[in-house]
């Protein structure tokens, strides 16, 4: 198996250029790591004392990297001289983490070549590494392990079905190589010990404390604050005089926006914000034409504050075309959408549970435990098509108290879960 994976990477890696003559991601994926042993050799050199290594964190894309963030942050607590690096597979993943300024590193990883793999530690030497939920790299792993560096695997979460065939394989030989596997549920591990592999911790999900961390301190936008509130509301705030109640869809796909067009139509008491996954304008004319009418956000912060307001206190759909601010914006909802549910899988619905707000999402969610959770328990609900969409609705914006129920269902829901980063911290040595 190690040798038919070594022909796979090395044809893989030779086969980019050629690629990237056709394909725009692949081309991406070239440019945005060429030169970059040159770019790591240049900025690793502003490390003071190269015995000191940096704590190494490798992210697939900008999911696993935002969920990795309670844990970045609190080992730079605990230690503010410790440096640390952060890798992604995804150059839109690595594009979006430059901003982020609780690092010291980012970079793209190389890819897992034996050659690059060796060249990469040799220049980084991690003091740990953290490999966020899954992007199992056989060299990368192989090679911590001989070269007995310490490896974690955090926020892990399992299904029988990864462990069948000639995959199952190949994950029962790289999960041995960390020195210990943290996973969010007991059911992960279980069924990691029942393929031997003993060196698991039942953690819980970082998503959660995550998730907590930004409802805890949400940020105001002044103008989305506008849209959800009535032009004449007092200084209460808008719980209390709130006329429309608000869904925020977020992440949403073009079969997700036609649902809740349909919606729209046949049950307009509500005011929609719209955060769609693609922000492209071919994307955007679709959604406009779906909701004749609705604003847009990067057109309405660029007018001036008199008019922009005054457009605002009578749209009743609001398009967030940006990435960045959905997190946040929960904070406004009353109800959520969260797309993906027809297609390959919902997006993150934890982001609005955290504020208290109830989900609606699509059929396609049994691989995210979560979902399956909350819609058991009452804060989450499960649609198929229009009917389901106003059933749900009806039941949560047509009386308060339902609301309410299903609103503390979903804080509860979060409470009960987070903490997942103290209980990694005290399993693992961090005096580096």
């Not at 549920?185 to 031997?196: M, Q």
């Not at 506008?226 to 032009?231: A, C, L, V, W, Y």
Request: proline share 5%; charged share 20%.
């Amino acid at each position: 198996m190690t040798f038919f994976y070594q022909i796979f990477i090395q044809l893989f890696n030779f086969s980019l250029p050629v690629a990237s003559l056709f394909n725009k991601k692949a081309r991406l994926f070239v440019r945005s790591r060429k030169d970059l042993f040159r770019d790591l050799e240049t900025r690793l050199s502003q490390i003071s004392s190269p015995d000191s290594g940096p704590v190494w964190f490798h992210c697939a894309s900008l999911g696993e990297f935002e969920q990795a963030k309670p844990l970045m942050e609190a080992l730079k607590d605990r230690n503010n001289q410790l440096k640390i690096l952060v890798t992604f597979f995804s150059p839109s993943g690595y594009e979006a983490g430059k901003n982020y300024k609780g690092i010291d590193f980012l970079f793209l990883l190389p890819v897992d070549t034996k050659s690059n793999v060796r060249r990469f530690i040799d220049m980084v030497k991690p003091s740990q590494v953290f490999f966020v939920k899954y992007d199992f790299w056989y060299n990368y792993l192989n090679e911590l392990h001989t070269r007995k560096i310490p490896g974690y695997l955090v926020s892990a979460n399992f299904r029988e079905e990864q462990f069948q065939g000639l995959y199952g394989r190949y994950l029962r030989s790289v999960l041995g190589f960390f020195t210990k596997i943290f996973v969010q549920n007991e059911l992960s591990a279980k069924i990691l010990n029942g393929h031997n592999i003993q060196h698991v911790n039942v953690s819980g999900d970082l998503r959660f404390d995550k998730v907590a961390q930004t409802a805890a301190k949400p940020k105001k936008n002044t103008v989305v604050e506008f849209f959800t509130s009535p032009p004449n509301a007092a200084p209460g705030g808008r719980e209390e005089h709130v006329k429309s109640k608000i869904l925020l869809c977020g992440s949403t796909w073009l079969p997700d926006e036609e649902i809740i067009a349909e919606f729209h139509r046949l049950s307009p008491g509500c005011k929609l914000l719209i955060a769609p996954h693609d922000i492209s304008e071919e994307h955007i004319v679709k959604i406009i034409a779906l909701f004749p009418g609705a604003l847009r956000f990067s057109l309405i912060s660029k007018e001036p504050a008199t008019a922009a307001l005054d457009k605002l206190k009578d749209a009743r759909v609001f398009i967030i075309d940006n990435i960045g601010m959905l997190s946040g914006l929960y904070r406004y909802a009353d109800v959520a959408y969260i797309g993906g549910g027809f297609g390959v899988g919902i997006h993150n619905i934890l982001e609005a549970v955290a504020f208290g707000v109830p989900v609606l999402f699509g059929p396609n969610h049994r691989k995210f435990p979560e979902a399956n959770e909350i819609a058991e328990q009452g804060g989450g609900f499960v649609i198929a098509n229009t009917a389901d969409f106003q059933k749900a609705m009806g039941l949560l914006v047509s009386d308060d108290k339902n609301l309410k129920i299903a609103s503390a269902i979903c804080k509860d829901f979060v409470g009960q879960r987070k903490g997942a980063t103290g209980r990694i911290l005290s399993a693992i040595n961090i005096s580096q």
